[in-house]
């Protein structure tokens, strides 16, 4: 998990903003159990998950950090990788800031707004 090292510090970056659900040592755990997969490159990360549902599966973009045009040129090879591996919908979830990046040029487009209470 060298390269997991080497990466862990743009993807505790994006974990400051998940409202605390996991740390990093959640992620590698999740990365090692194979809940998770882990995408490194030499400038940035991304971690996805596939979510089964009742009638599809699909690939999640769990935490992304790093150099912006090297995940814009990492996605395409996730996506192919998903679809590979049954995925018939891709889903990310993140900061609204997200949506004027190259995802928009992409054919991302804002579905759901998330609202948050803690109890």
């Not at 549902?53 to 769990?62: M, V």
Request: charged fraction near 30%; glycine fraction near 10%; charge should be neutral.
């Amino acid at each position: 998990m060298d390269d997991f090292e080497k990466c862990s510090k743009w993807l505790e970056a994006a974990l400051e903003y998940s409202g605390g659900t996991h740390t990093i040592e959640d992620i590698a755990a999740g990365v090692k159990e194979g809940r998770f997969q882990f995408w490194p490159a030499p400038k940035a990360a991304v971690i996805t998950e596939i979510i089964v549902y009742p009638r599809l599966k699909a690939l999640n973009f769990f935490l992304a950090g790093g150099d912006l045009d090297e995940l814009k040129g990492m996605r395409p090879f996730i996506e192919l990788w998903g679809k590979q591996n049954g995925c018939t919908r891709v889903s990310l979830a993140g900061r609204k800031g997200w949506e004027k990046t190259f995802l928009r040029d992409e054919g991302y487009e804002p579905k759901w707004f998330v609202l948050s209470k803690e109890l």
